[in-house]
């Protein structure tokens, strides 16, 4: 499938999910952005793909910003004349029992997961409208699809970011555009390793154990791998793609 002539932007793109991806669309002929606010990530990556003969750049970016985000597009838009795919990937994640989750905590996971897929993509649709064309994946998580124990603001915030993916995908349906989440179930990221020491540090389990017990709560008794997620946002991106509009694409866990 090629890209070429595409231009990308990778949100949370520093490491895990939002790296692979940047690597799998950048190497099928896409010039690419990857963002993040930690610049010396996004920089490692950018260099990375660029010593592999690929077109990538590196603009940091709050995405819970509005300010933030208005200058990244800019910059974004500077740097490859047009965003035509936009892969909204950034995400936090913290587990607390409702009776003690903080307000502070509250939105700042819906600020970051569903607010920030929002400011990130009103900043580059205008130009996909324009041009007839455009491609917007939402990495969501199975959890906006049901309910779990213990993470009642990261399931609120995944299931806005679905919600709002459908409503985008039956606004834009006939310009040419498209709007697909893809939902996994835990992935083998940093994300999940941090999942891994708060259940250590909570229930005083070993690593091994808080590891297994994750790994337990797949079907396929696995963690997903980045680059299986790479490969199907690479496959929501391409023209074959077009007749996948406001989908939910489930990987490693039944719904």
């Not at 002539?5 to 940047?22: D, E, K, P, S």
């Not at 965003?83 to 819906?110: F, H, T």
């Not at 980045?226 to 496959?235: F, G, K, N």
Request: charged residues 20%.
């Amino acid at each position: 499938m090629s890209l070429e002539g595409r231009g990308v932007v990778v949100t949370g793109g520093g490491r895990g999910i939002g790296r692979a991806v940047a690597r799998r669309l950048a190497e099928n002929g896409a010039a690419v952005v990857v963002s993040a606010r930690t610049t010396d990530e996004i920089e490692s990556v950018a260099e990375e793909l660029r010593a592999d003969g690929l077109t990538a750049h590196a603009v940091r970016c709050d995405v819970a910003d509005e300010a933030s985000v208005a200058a990244m597009a800019e910059e974004a838009i500077e740097l490859l004349g047009s965003v035509d795919i936009l892969v909204n990937n950034a995400g936090i994640a913290r587990s607390d029992p409702v009776k003690r989750l903080q307000l502070e905590d509250w939105n700042q996971i819906m600020a970051v997961n569903a607010t920030g897929t929002f400011l990130c993509t009103r900043a580059f649709l205008p130009g996909m409208l324009e041009r007839g064309w455009g491609r917007v994946i939402n990495v969501a998580s199975v959890a906006g699809l049901r309910g779990g124990r213990y993470i009642a603001a990261y399931v609120a915030s995944k299931h806005a970011q679905i919600g709002f993916t459908k409503a985008l995908a039956a606004e834009v349906a006939s310009a040419g555009i498209t709007a697909n989440a893809i939902c996994p179930g835990y992935v083998d990221t940093p994300m999940t390793d941090f999942s891994v020491s708060n259940i250590v540090e909570k229930t005083g389990v070993t690593p091994e154990e808080a590891r297994a017990h994750i790994v337990s709560l797949s079907p396929q008794q696995r963690l997903i791998r980045p680059e299986e997620i790479a490969h199907v946002a690479l496959m929501l991106a391409g023209d074959d793609g077009e007749s996948i509009n406001g989908d939910t694409i489930v990987l490693g866990s039944s719904r």
